[in-house]
T-cell receptor, first 115, second 116 residues
């Protein structure tokens, strides 16, 4: 079945540090890949996505590249801010066949950025 | 422009009681999904509903759990005779249509159920 494994947290960084949160997946076929973010007291919201191999998703300074050869979708940001403190979830969805509305999530990684 | 509204945000129940969680989707959204997040786990799909129809309930426990999305009113996730293992965060999401490939669901803030 489908599964997502992401870096264990919590991750604590100083402002302007470089961020990497690792995510690898197992899936049949060619899934679409996503990063969701949950800020304190809010619901999850889509941060970025990539729907095919070698696609790069980007938003708010965050980037992730769909690497089929390594089945990975690592999240990166060159310079984090305090406002980036949140829980980050890697997720996938099947791209064909039935049940292609079900997101499979990783466990989430808590990021805390200190001033 | 209201987002997905869930209530209650926090619910405490004793073992054996019933829990009802409500979800009002975003305006114009007719597809609702419920996910559960157990401690130290990722979100797990429970059920997908459209108005008056359960499309896929493959992620729901076979007993004690039920969901509905009536023609009028919010979607309801109902848990009968709660047990401690039901303690979790329950997230509702909505979309304007089935979203193959896009994966963009709009989530509520979640309802946190604690069973004493």
């Amino acid at each position: 079945g489908n599964s997502v494994t992401q870096m264990e947290g919590p991750v604590t960084l100083s402002e302007e540090a470089f961020l990497t949160i690792n995510c690898t997946y197992t899936a049949t076929g060619y899934p679409s890949l996503f990063w969701y973010v949950q800020y304190p007291g809010e619901g999850l919201q889509l941060l970025l996505k990539a729907t095919k191999a070698d696609d790069k998703g980007s938003n708010k300074g965050f980037e992730a590249t769909y690497r089929k050869e390594t089945t990975s979708f690592h999240l990166e940001k060159g310079s984090v801010q305090v406002s980036d403190s949140a829980v980050y979830f890697c997720a996938l969805i099947r791209s064909s066949g039935g049940s292609n509305y079900k997101l499979t999530f990783g466990k989430g990684t808590l990021l805390t950025v200190n001033p | 422009n209201a987002g997905v509204m869930q209530n209650p945000r926090h619910l405490v129940r004793r073992r054996g009681q019933e829990a009802r969680l409500r979800c009002s989707p975003m305006k114009g959204h007719s597809h609702v999904y419920w996910y559960r997040q157990l401690p130290e786990e990722g979100l797990k799909f429970m059920v997908y509903l459209q108005k008056e129809n359960i499309i896929d309930e493959s992620g729901m426990p076979k007993e004690r759990f039920s969901a509905e999305f009536p023609k009028e009113g919010p979607s309801i996730l109902r848990i009968q005779q709660v047990v401690r293992g039901d303690s979790a965060a329950y997230f509702c999401a909505s979309s304007p249509r089935v979203t193959p490939n896009t994966g963009e669901l709009f989530f509520g803030e979640g309802s946190r159920l604690t069973v004493l």
